[in-house]
C-alpha cells in the first residue's frame, strides 16, 4: 500500500511563499516597468553582491553555467577562439557541460577518475594523468553535489604543470574547501551555475563567473559581450551570453535567503546521517564490514572548516538494487534521480577521445550505485522519515543482497 507521503526530489513551490514571494514579484514588476532587460543596473548590483558573498574580487554574469565554462575557457585562450586546441583535464563522474565546453572549444577534455569518498576527481590521479598529457592546457576540478576539492592542492598540481584551473563550482556556491577556502576563490575562475535546482537558483538559465584577475575579469565580460569593446569593435570572437535583467533580480532576493537554505540542507543532511548510520548504515569512507549491516553508504561529512551545501544528498546501494531501489521510492512517492548514469568517458559523443569502459572504474561504479535522495530545506521531518523508512524497509526485505557496496573492484 503506497504511503500517504509525498516527498519530490525537489520542491520549489515550497521555497516561493510568503514574503519572499511578494518580494520576488515586486522586483519582476520593477523590471518590467523599466523594460531594461539585458544587463542594467540589476546586473552590476548582482555581480557585485556575488564577489562580496563569495570573497572573489570580481562576478561577471552570462546567460549559464555551461556558459560560465565556455566563456572562463575562451578566456584563458583554450580552444578554438585562440587556434589552440589543448586538453583539460576534467572529472568524468559529473555533469555534462564539465567536459562538453573543453570539446565544445575544439579543445580535448582528459577524464580523471574519482575518490570513492568524496566522489570528486581524485588529486593523485589528476597529477599522473597530467605527467602523461602532452599539450596540457588547464585542470577543470568539479565541486561535486556541492562539495569542493581541496584547492590548494589543485592550485600546486596546477602551478607544478604550469597551467590554468578553473572551478566548476556549479553545484557548490558557498561551499567551502577544507581550508575554509569560499568555492570560486582559488582557481583562475570560478563557474557558477543558477539552473533553479541549485542552492541558489533563477527562474531560468542563468551563470556567473568569478576571478581575482583584473585583467582576466575585462576579457571575460568582453567575451560575453561577442568579444567587442567598444561595442561594434571585435578584438575577440565571443560569445551572446547576457545574464537577463530578470534573472538578476529574483537572483538578487534569494541570494539573501541562501544562507539559511545552507542550513536547513546541512541541518537534513544530519537528520539522514544519524537516522541512516542507527538503522546500521556506513559512511563512504567505512568499509561495509563489522557493525554496518545495511547495504547502504551515506557521504561522508567533511570536518570543518570546509563546507558541504549538499546540493545532493546521494546514497550508494549496491548496482543490482540500485534501480529496484528507485522504483520502490517512486512507488512510496518520493523523488530521486540519478547524477549521473553514463560517466563522460562513456558516452557515444566523446568515444572518438579514446577512452572506454573500465577506464575510470571508481566512475563507473559511483555511476551505478548511487542515488540521490530528496534534501532541499524545507523537508519537515515527517517526510525525511518517509524517505529513509522506505530506504531501510527495501533493504532490510533484501537483507541477502551483497554489502559489498562502494568499492570498484567488487
Ligand atoms: C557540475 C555542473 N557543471 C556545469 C553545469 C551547467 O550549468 P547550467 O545548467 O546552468 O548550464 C551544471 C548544471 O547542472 C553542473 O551541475
Request: aromatic share 8%; with cysteine; glycine share 8%.
Amino acid at each position: 500500500m503506497p504511503s500517504e507521503v509525498t516527498v519530490p526530489l525537489l520542491d520549489l513551490k515550497a521555497q516561493y511563499t510568503g514574503a519572499m514571494r511578494d518580494e520576488i514579484r515586486a522586483a519582476i514588476d520593477e523590471v518590467c516597468d523599466s523594460q531594461w532587460f539585458v544587463m542594467g543596473p540589476n546586473v552590476s548590483e548582482f555581480e557585485a553582491e556575488i564577489a562580496a558573498y563569495t570573497g572573489a574580487k570580481h562576478a561577471i554574469g552570462c546567460a549559464s553555467g555551461s556558459d560560465a565554462l565556455l566563456v572562463a575557457l575562451m578566456g584563458l585562450n583554450i580552444g578554438c577562439n585562440a587556434g589552440k586546441n589543448g586538453r583539460v583535464i576534467c572529472p568524468s563522474y559529473t555533469f555534462f557541460a564539465t567536459g562538453g565546453s573543453t570539446a565544445r572549444l575544439g579543445a580535448m577534455p582528459v577524464y580523471v577518475d574519482i575518490d570513492p569518498v568524496t566522489y570528486n576527481m581524485d588529486p593523485d590521479k589528476v597529477r599522473e594523468v597530467a605527467k602523461k598529457t602532452d599539450n596540457l592546457a588547464a585542470i577543470m576540478p568539479v565541486h561535486l553535489f556541492g562539495q569542493c576539492v581541496d584547492m590548494n592542492v589543485y592550485r600546486e598540481i596546477a602551478d607544478e604543470f604550469g597551467v590554468p584551473l578553473i572551478e566548476d563550482a556549479a553545484q557548490a556556491i558557498g561551499s567551502k574547501d577544507p581550508n575554509g577556502h569560499m568555492a570560486g576563490t582559488v582557481a583562475d575562475v570560478g563557474c557558477f551555475s543558477f539552473f533553479p535546482s541549485k542552492n541558489l537558483g533563477g527562474f531560468g538559465d542563468g551563470g556567473i563567473m568569478t576571478t581575482n584577475d583584473d585583467e582576466l575579469a575585462e576579457r571575460l565580460s568582453i567575451l560575453r559581450l561577442h568579444g567587442g569593446k567598444p561595442k561594434y569593435y571585435h578584438s575577440m570572437i565571443g560569445v551572446n551570453s547576457r545574464l537577463d535583467a530578470l534573472q538578476a533580480a529574483v537572483l538578487r532576493i534569494k541570494l539573501r535567503h541562501l544562507d539559511s537554505w545552507h542550513e536547513g540542507r546541512i541541518a537534513n543532511a544530519d537528520f539522514y546521517d544519524k537516522a541512516f548510520l542507527d538503522a546500521g548504515a556506513a559512511t563512504s569512507a567505512t568499509p561495509l564490514s563489522g557493525q554496518a549491516d545495511l547495504a547502504l553508504r551515506i557521504p561522508e561529512r567533511p570536518a570543518a572548516p570546509a563546507r558541504h551545501i549538499y546540493n545532493q544528498y546521494a546514497i550508494r546501494v549496491p548496482a543490482e538494487h540500485r534501480d529496484a531501489l528507485r522504483e520502490h521510492l517512486k512507488a512510496n512517492n518520493v523523488g530521486t534521480e540519478i547524477y549521473y548514469p553514463v560517466p563522460l568517458h562513456m558516452q557515444e559523443c566523446f568515444a572518438w577521445l579514446g577512452q572506454k569502459e573500465g577506464d575510470l572504474p571508481e566512475s563507473e561504479a559511483a555511476a551505478r550505485e548511487t542515488i540521490a535522495i530528496p534534501i532541499y530545506p524545507e523537508l519537515t521531518d515527517e517526510q525525511q522519515q518517509h524517505v529513509v523508512d522506505t530506504v531501510v524497509g527495501y533493504l532490510r526485505e533484501h537483507a541477502g543482497a551483497s554489502r559489498s557496496v562502494g568499492v570498484a573492484a567488487s
